[in-house]
């Protein structure tokens, strides 16, 4: 089991930047691929960025691709996501989210891969 707990979230202007980070337990970072999710209200849940094991191949979503970083520092266990230049579409609710048993990385984007889930960190951008 990956036990996983995010923070992080809160309220900026946009233009602003936040940092998201997933603190995970059970299992080391270095075994898992993993990603961050949000959703808005009335939304689906989408992937945002992934990562894999080693932290060398990722996955940004379009939306987010040159603004967004996704990292592991495996040392504490953990996997961030510094966001700049934030938006107001980019208000959501943040998961976190791990995948433990299948190393193959090249479906990052894929929802139903992930078993483990944070309980999520609200971002807010207002305008």
């Known amino acids: 089991q990956v036990q996983l707990v995010e923070s992080g979230g809160g309220l900026v202007q946009a233009g602003g930047s936040l940092r998201l980070s997933c603190a995970a337990s059970g299992r080391t970072t270095g075994s898992c691929v993993m990603g961050w999710f949000r959703q808005a209200p009335g939304k689906e849940r989408e992937c945002v960025a992934g990562i894999d094991r080693s932290g060398r191949n990722t996955y940004y979503a379009d939306s987010v691709k040159g603004r967004f970083t996704i990292s592991k520092d495996n040392a504490k266990n953990t996997m961030v996501l510094q966001m700049n230049s934030l938006r107001p579409e980019d208000t959501a609710v943040y998961y976190c989210?791990?995948?433990?048993?299948?190393?193959?990385?090249?479906?990052?984007?894929?929802?139903?891969?992930?078993?483990?889930w944070g309980q999520g960190t609200q971002v807010t951008v207002s305008s």
């Open positions: 989210a791990a995948d433990h048993t299948n190393p193959f990385w090249g479906d990052l984007a894929r929802r139903s891969r992930y078993a483990h």
